[in-house]
């Protein structure tokens, strides 16, 4: 065997070299020392190597060295390693034509057999232990242990108990097992690295726990999928994976993954390039295929309902990216990085186009059949159910919608957030303010989001006001208007949009309400309280008013039988306004005329009569019979 040869075979850790030509006297004393010491270590090796050889051994077939027998595993390691350091100064030291001593080529029988031992030990341990080696054992561990961070680190210096000792007394047993397992692979995978076998055993590690990944995914419920066929599924199939996604990534991150790199860091801490070749094999391919899953549904087809799991997939990317980078820091790995950082930009991207579509879908409703009774726009019930689940996710809007701004100004009177906290106070688009610190800055990034929440109820206003004009009754059709901004209002005080547009905003809109429910009072029933007798008239023309009036009043309660006021205590109030429209002046002239009419051909209402028809208002029964009373025809 040459010395190149050997050399490629056993490099780990450098050694001096000779700066000028030994004397000959010099080189034989080295070279004989160091044949000395050659014979020595193979002496002291042999006996426990040919013992553990599978190859010479039926019992070494069968029985595991670290099991069998934990102190003369350590002496294994230890005379193996002695054995390779000896060989390497032979080498050094000898010249050419004593490379084909015979002391060296036994050294390198020992060492070839050594390392089958090793290597049947290595796959063994981690076969055997897979229970153990889990990544959500070793992440755990990992936050207790720091033995293999300690950069004068030596396997041989501690037995592999004391080390699982020193990872701290309070960790227990399993935890402990598992340590004793790591520092066993660790000081294999060292002392095969050292001998220059470090491709069999990265070998035996990758195909091990590769598995142990890709079957992680699975059992987490992810399934790699083309995009072709992602792109086909029907969304409630599509959000179910996207759902199942969500429950796997943070475990898929934090757990697997991160328990791959902790056990990898320690088993092969001897080597940088070892643990980043072998990670990038084992993770790398992964770790782009599970990230790349939210991309693929950011490029699906959009539609309004997809836009909360897409900001859902956008919350858990933003989260887990700074865990990303430690994990996947290898510049091998470095594309899983930037796609994690490419995830949220396209994700940002798909949000916004959605919700635009959104917005376009509001302007665009174009069902002309009125709701009965002037209730609630079912269009309004789910514009409001949709922006109101929307404010739960203010904080992924807020860096979604950094530099895009409202399409149009907001009017200013629709903006009063002075009851909000300043740093949440939403400013009318097209403020120039600039930020000046970073607290400012957030304040306006929020802004630009209330701004947007408030476009998005404006259009829904707008887009009422034309749905009002199908109503033929005037006074139908401020009940609508009454309504649905009453809705618009209690859902906004019952979500996040009360915090993000402030509580005089919606004070506003409630007053707007009021104003539509004070239209619908004038129209419906100012014609029925005008025909109320004042001053003196002569009998006959009291009797003709009061005839008037009763069918007035009949009239009206007919034809708002189906009519509604959906909000209780907006009911209440407008039931209220009416009565006193109505009962104070029917009373008075009740008590003043009733003795007159009491001979007289007409149909006599009580108070009582009238504020019982009253009472009846916006039951939405959708019929009307006068209720027994006692009104009487005289």
């Excluded at 680190?153 to 004793?180: F, Q, T």
């Amino acid at each position: 065997m040459t010395r190149k040869g050997l050399r490629n075979l056993l490099p780990c850790k450098p050694f001096g070299r000779r700066h000028h030509r030994d004397s000959p006297s010099a080189a034989a004393t080295a070279s004989s020392s160091s044949s000395s010491s050659l014979e020595e270590k193979v002496a002291r090796a042999e006996a426990i190597v040919v013992k553990w050889d599978p190859e010479s051994s039926a019992y070494a077939k069968i029985t595991s060295l670290f099991y069998e027998d934990r102190s003369e595993a350590r002496r294994f390691l230890a005379d193996v390693s002695d054995l390779q350091r000896a060989m390497l100064v032979f080498v050094a030291t000898a010249e050419t034509a004593s490379l084909s001593h015979p002391c060296l080529v036994r050294a390198q029988t020992l060492m070839q057999a050594a390392m089958r031992r090793l290597e049947k030990e290595f796959f063994q341990i981690l076969a055997a232990n897979r229970d153990l080696l889990d990544p959500e054992s070793v992440s755990v561990r990992s936050a207790r242990s720091s033995v293999s961070e300690e950069p004068d680190y030596d396997p041989w210096e501690n037995s592999p108990e004391e080390e699982a000792h020193l990872a701290g007394k309070s960790i227990g047993e399993v935890e402990r097992a598992a340590g004793v397992v790591m520092a066993d692979l660790r000081a294999i995978a060292d002392t095969m690295v050292f001998a220059g076998y470090g491709k069999e055993c990265v070998s035996t590690y990758k195909a091990l726990r590769k598995s142990i990944v890709d079957e992680g995914l699975y059992r987490l419920g992810f399934e790699r999928l083309p995009r072709a066929q992602i792109q086909k599924l029907d969304w409630a199939v599509l959000e179910l994976k996207v759902r199942s996604w969500l429950g796997a990534s943070r475990v898929a991150v934090r757990t697997l993954f991160h328990g791959e790199r902790v056990l990898l860091d320690h088993v092969f801490a001897g080597s940088d390039a070892v643990r980043e070749v072998v990670f990038a094999d084992i993770a790398g391919d992964a770790a782009l295929q599970f990230l790349g899953f939210p991309g693929l549904v950011a490029k699906s087809k959009r539609s309004p309902e997809k836009l909360f799991r897409l900001l859902d997939l956008y919350d858990a990317v933003a989260e887990l990216r700074p865990e990303i980078e430690p994990i996947f820091s290898f510049d091998s790995t470095a594309a899983v990085r930037a796609q994690a950082l490419a995830l949220l930009s396209k994700l940002a991207e798909a949000a916004r186009a959605t919700l635009a579509d959104f917005e376009s879908a509001i302007m665009k409703e174009s069902s002309r059949l009125p709701v009965p009774g002037g209730g609630v726009h079912p269009m309004t019930r789910y514009a409001m159910n949709y922006i109101s689940l929307l404010a739960d996710y203010q904080s992924a809007l807020v860096e979604i919608f950094a530099d895009f701004h409202t399409p149009t100004p907001i009017p200013p009177f629709f903006f009063d957030t002075s009851q909000a906290p300043a740093e949440q106070q939403p400013a009318v688009s097209g403020s120039s303010a600039p930020p000046t610190t970073s607290s400012s800055s957030e304040g306006s990034r929020r802004s630009a989001i209330a701004a947007r929440f408030a476009w998005l109820i404006l259009s829904l206003l707008c887009k009422l006001d034309g749905k009002a004009a199908a109503y033929p009754d005037v006074g139908l059709s401020y009940l609508f208007l009454a309504n649905n901004v009453q809705y618009i209002v209690n859902k906004a005080r019952s979500c996040r949009l009360r915090d993000l547009l402030g509580e005089e905003w919606a004070a506003r809109l409630a007053a707007k309400a009021r104003q539509h429910a004070a239209g619908y009072e004038r129209a419906a029933w100012g014609r029925v309280a005008a025909t109320i007798q004042t001053g003196d008239v002569s009998a006959g023309e009291t009797r003709r008013r009061m005839r008037v009036f009763s069918a007035a009043l009949e009239e009206a309660c007919a034809a708002q039988a189906g009519w509604v006021v959906a909000d209780a205590a907006m009911r209440e109030e407008v039931r209220a306004t009416v009565r006193g429209m109505i009962l104070p002046a029917y009373r008075g002239f009740y008590t003043r005329w009733e003795a007159a009419l009491e001979d007289a051909s007409a149909v006599l209402l009580s108070p009582d009569d009238v504020g019982n028809r009253l009472g009846g208002l916006f039951s939405g029964s959708g019929s009307y019979r006068p209720k027994e009373s006692s009104s009487r025809t005289v």
